[in-house]
């Protein structure tokens, strides 16, 4: 059976709605050209198509605020149906993309789906403080029904491994570098670390030292007495980077492959509809939330 997607976008400077569609139903070439986010066509044509589409599922159903976006986005993403409300999507697809990194709209957005029962990826940040994230959860039909991550989540290259753990010995610091918003950007960091420290793991000290408009950072003590250390450079230039210290040395991890990312986080979300299984814990969505709030 092919599960049937609605997407719904789109925020200022976010090409997932592009992006996200042509991961399932492959891509227009020619008018994905003039998505006005450069990036993504030069990364689609780096993947070999349509094999590398992910199968059993098809973005069907899009709305946008704007009509014209909409049928642009459908064209260049092979979507079937623009939609004029997007509650018309409720009983025409079996799952929904919330493709939009404005918190603040989530939740407007996310309601209705999450009334009708059906499953919702909420794009990252789900939100920005812990009153507004179970705002959200209070609506879930069920356990599960939320799915939220950073695709960073599931990057293959901002995971450390047991061979670079044991390269490193005791680990004593993390430190992580973001360009962009502490708001939309801070989230691209705080998931892949928290991957790195031990289970269980608790702050019981943070310190937020630098905070406007346009950066933002966050210092935590942990439990285990690792120091996590997250700073979102505003309109600095820097790729999304992590340095492990630890007794032994160190190690640098550089974000870079996009496709991958936002493939994997899809194909998780996927896998949590196919097998009936909770793929987003609201316990550790819950704890980066927290973060996001302590740094703003």
Known sequence: MTL?????????????????????NGYN???ME???????????EQQTWP?????????????????????????????????????DMI?????VLLARDDAQNHLKYAEPFLRAGL???????????????????DLQQYEGQIFTCSALRFSQELILTEADKEDLGQIKQITAFTPKSWSKYAVHIIEPVLNMLPKGDT????????????????????????????????????????RISGTNG?????????FSAFKAALQAFVNGLEQNKVASSKAFNKQVVELLESGL
Not at 37 to 42: A, N
Not at 75 to 86: G, L
Not at 250 to 258: A, H, R
């Open 4 to 24: 049937k997607l609605g997407i719904i976008g789109s925020s200022e400077g976010n090409g997932h709605p592009y992006s996200w569609s042509a991961i399932f």
């Open 29 to 31: 070439t020619e008018t």
């Open 34 to 44: 003039s998505c006005g986010y450069p990036v993504i066509p030069r990364y689609l």
């Open 51 to 87: 094999d590398c589409r992910i199968p059993n599922a098809e973005v069907v159903a899009i709305w946008t605020q704007d009509s014209e976006q909409s049928k642009h986005i459908a064209k260049a993403s092979h979507i079937k149906q623009v939609m004029s409300d997007y509650t």
């Open 91 to 95: 009983g025409k697809v079996d799952a």
């Open 119 to 137: 499953p919702i990826y909420i794009d990252k940040p789900i939100a920005l403080s812990v009153t507004a994230l179970d705002k959200l959860y």
């Open 203 to 242: 702050p019981i000290e943070t310190l937020s030292p630098m905070v406007n408009d346009d950066t933002g950072s966050l210092i935590v003590r942990w439990q285990s007495g690792i120091q996590t250390n997250f700073f979102a450079l505003g309109a600095g230039l820097s790729p999304i980077t992590i």
């Open 250 to 258: 160190y190690k640098d991890l550089v974000f870079t492959d996009s």
